[in-house]
Nanobody
Framework: QRQLVESGGGLVQAGGSLRLSCLASEGTFSRYAMAWFRQAPGKEREFVATISWFWNGSSTNYADSVKGRFTISRDNAKNTVSLQMHSLIPEDTAVYYC?????????????????WGQGTQVTVSS
């Protein structure tokens, strides 16, 4: 059964950086769109970033709240997708989830994604 396992979360001060990783085990996700979502306490799970796959490269898309601060990337050879986060603010505090969609482009809607990880906690202190 295909699984996604996130790592890299933790506690960081405002203005700091973290790098999240998502390892796809039990199968390849090289032909899947990948994404990161997050869920803060008492809030709905929200879209953060997505990266597509195409034969001639990939494209990315970001939520306005993280644009310019976060970067999503993928390494198909290692079956991983990463989220580099800079200039973190307390509002970025949430559980971050990795997701995979069995299509070239997944977009920002949760229902487009077929596989989800268990999440990793990111806490940004002020």
């Amino acid at each position: 059964q295909r699984q996604l396992v996130e790592s890299g979360g933790g506690l960081v001060q405002a203005g700091g950086s973290l790098r999240l990783s998502c390892l796809a085990s039990e199968g390849t996700f090289s032909r899947y769109a990948m994404a990161w979502f997050r869920q803060a306490p008492g809030k709905e799970r929200e879209f953060v970033a997505t990266i597509s796959w195409f034969w001639n490269g990939s494209s990315t898309n970001y939520a306005d709240s993280v644009k310019g601060r976060f970067t999503i990337s993928r390494d198909n050879a290692k079956n991983t997708v990463s989220l580099q986060m800079h200039s973190l603010i307390p509002e970025d505090t949430a559980v971050y989830y990795c997701a995979a969609a069995a299509k070239a482009y997944g977009g920002s809607q949760r229902e487009n994604y077929d596989y989800w990880g268990q999440g990793t906690q990111v806490t940004v202190s002020s």
